[in-house]
């Protein structure tokens, strides 16, 4: 069990970490850049994290599903932090899959030349998702925490 939550939490804060590396050093004022900054940018990051995050975003809604099921007969403090978490994660992942995903696919259709109109719309869209996505998954590693802090309630 200790392996798996060793693990759990490495990939929470490797997710967490692209999420809140992404918002806190650029997606604030990606609204300030100009298109071709924006285009060129968007899609250097995209390439450079989707592979591994397309791995490392379920593999963590599966560790954290082991360790709920391995708590599943305490319901004490952890059983109900690493259930957060996971509820966390999950909506990470859907806003994820059903949002940034899709916006992200569009975005790689794009050049300097062949902007939508809408360009800077959709950008905003992305963005707040992004927040809310980076929110998400930043309080389900507060909660994993809290979860290894209560750990020995297992017992």
């Known amino acids: 069990m200790k392996a798996i939550q060793f ?27 100009p298109a071709a900054m924006f285009l060129t940018i968007g899609k250097e990051i995209m390439a450079n ?6 791995i490392i975003m379920p593999a963590s809604v599966l560790c954290l599903l082991i ?8 319901k004490n403090l952890y059983f109900y932090c690493v259930l957060a978490a ?3 994660f ?23 030349a062949a ?14 998702y992004h927040t809310i996505r980076t929110v998400a998954s930043l309080s389900a590693v507060a909660f994993f925490l809290i979860a290894l802090l209560n750990r020995k309630e297992m017992a």
């Open 7 to 33: 693990i759990t939490g490495l990939l929470l804060v490797l997710v967490a970490g692209v999420f809140w590396g992404t918002w806190f050093s650029l997606s604030r004022t990606m609204h300030e850049l």
């Open 49 to 54: 994290v989707a592979l591994t995050m397309s």
């Open 86 to 88: 996971l509820v966390l």
């Open 115 to 128: 902007m939508p109109a809408d360009w800077q719309g959709i950008r905003d869209r992305w963005e707040y």
């Open 90 to 112: 999950i909506t990470a992942l859907i806003i994820t899959v059903g949002i940034e995903v899709p916006i992200d696919n569009q975005i790689r259709t794009w050049t300097v």
């Open 67 to 74: 360790l709920l099921i391995g708590s599943w007969k305490t």
